[in-house]
């Protein structure tokens, strides 16, 4: 199994998705039963939505925020993947718009969706702030009085830190992707991102074809305690 999930790369990238938040009790979004059936894409995740009615886009991503604050926790797999920063160069790549990750103990998080616990001005400078609580009002204003909106990033709207994501992909000895299918653009683009040389695997529960590197089918946190006693056997979880 150790040969088959290679050793302990010098540089890693950690890829996240909505699988990995899922274990901590966070809605996903295209799961059964997840937001994007219960809510239209078009009417709380678009520039045009809030333009329309933004107490309404405020008010879906306060009961986001409330959930992550009063309810998620990180699992054991968020705290693995913290813990191998003692062991080597651990960078996080994430989906995801929670502070999981960072709560666990991550230090080097990249977020490409934006933040649920930052707002951002929607003035001509759009400065990012962080938000303490769960509930943001109609009337909280920017220090230069304007209204503030999710610092998230919505449908239609550019991707800001991919290049950042891309730089770390091609500097990275292995790619560990964790909770995500890898069909949605840009993230399936990733792949094609990384050195010839590279160890990926991917830690997923469906079935996913994958064209290159190892699938453990198995949740976040089963499928990160095996690459654990692959990569540092004997040390303790």
């Given at each position: ?22 274990e901590s009790g966070v809605d996903t979004f295209r799961t059964p ?132 994501a891309l730089h770390a992909l091609q500097d990275a000895d292995a ?33 996913i074809p994958l064209q290159r590197g190892v699938h453990l089918q ?20």
């Amino acid at each position: 199994m150790a040969n088959r999930l290679g050793t302990l790369p010098r540089k890693l990238v950690v890829f996240t998705g909505a699988g990995m938040s899922a274990e901590s009790g966070v809605d996903t979004f295209r799961t059964p039963g997840g937001i994007w059936q219960r809510y239209a894409v078009e009417d709380v995740a678009t520039p045009e939505a809030w333009a329309r009615d933004p107490d309404r886009v405020t008010d879906f991503y306060n009961m986001r925020r409330r959930q992550l604050v009063e309810e998620a926790m990180p699992h054991a797999g968020h705290r693995l993947i913290a813990q191998l920063e003692e062991h080597t160069e651990v960078r996080v790549v994430t989906q995801n718009v929670d502070d999981l990750h960072e709560r666990a103990g991550s230090s080097h998080v990249l977020h490409l969706h934006g933040e649920l616990r930052r707002v951002r001005s929607t003035g001509p400078d759009a400065t990012s702030y962080p938000w303490e609580g769960w509930e943001v009002r109609p009337t909280d204003r920017c220090p230069a009085g304007y209204r503030l909106r999710p610092d998230v990033v919505w449908f239609g709207e550019e991707v800001p830190n991919w290049p950042v994501a891309l730089h770390a992909l091609q500097d990275a000895d292995a790619l560990l992707v964790v909770g995500t299918s890898l069909r949605v653009y840009p993230a399936a683009g990733l792949l094609e991102a990384m050195p010839a040389s590279a160890h990926i695997t991917l830690v997923d529960p469906d079935e996913i074809p994958l064209q290159r590197g190892v699938h453990l089918q198995a949740t976040a946190s089963e499928g990160l305690a095996e690459l654990w006693k692959a990569w540092l056997p004997g040390m303790p979880l």
